[in-house]
């Protein structure tokens, strides 16, 4: 069994596509937990809604490619569509922050509200998280 924890994030009718993405998640994978929501400032073009991000802890026997497909396939159910700027307004962004212990998404270490919402689902288990590569 293997274990993850995903960033959730949207600032295009946040609340219920959060709720959305968690309910659809469900079906697919054991949720074990998940964080508190937080509202971050938009990083990207200017006069962007506020994001509403949390996290999600959970097992699954996928591994982390059928994983990323997974949440690719969320995403897209709930009508992201992906452009060139990449911090543009999203109904819906799904990352994989750590598998199986080992963080695999940089933004662990480059955004406070994504270090925050992992060490709220694995409290202690911050120090011992060790970085790798995607």
Do not use: C, W
Request: charged share 30%.
């Amino acid at each position: 069994m293997n274990t993850a924890v995903i960033s959730m994030g949207s600032n295009i009718d946040p609340e219920e596509n959060i709720k959305r993405a968690g309910e659809i998640l469900s079906r697919n994978v054991r949720v074990v937990s998940v964080s508190g929501p937080v509202r971050t400032k938009a990083v990207g073009p200017a006069g962007q809604p506020d994001f509403l991000n949390s996290a999600i802890l959970i097992e699954t026997e996928k591994e982390m490619g059928e994983l990323k497909t997974l949440l690719k396939s969320i995403e897209k159910k709930l009508g992201r569509t992906r452009s060139a700027d990449r911090s543009g307004p999203r109904t819906m962004d799904l990352d994989i922050i750590v598998f199986n212990n080992a963080v695999v998404d940089a933004d662990y270490f480059r955004y406070d509200f994504v270090r925050d919402a992992v060490d709220e689902l694995t409290p202690g288990a911050g120090d011992g998280l060790k970085e790798k590569t995607k």
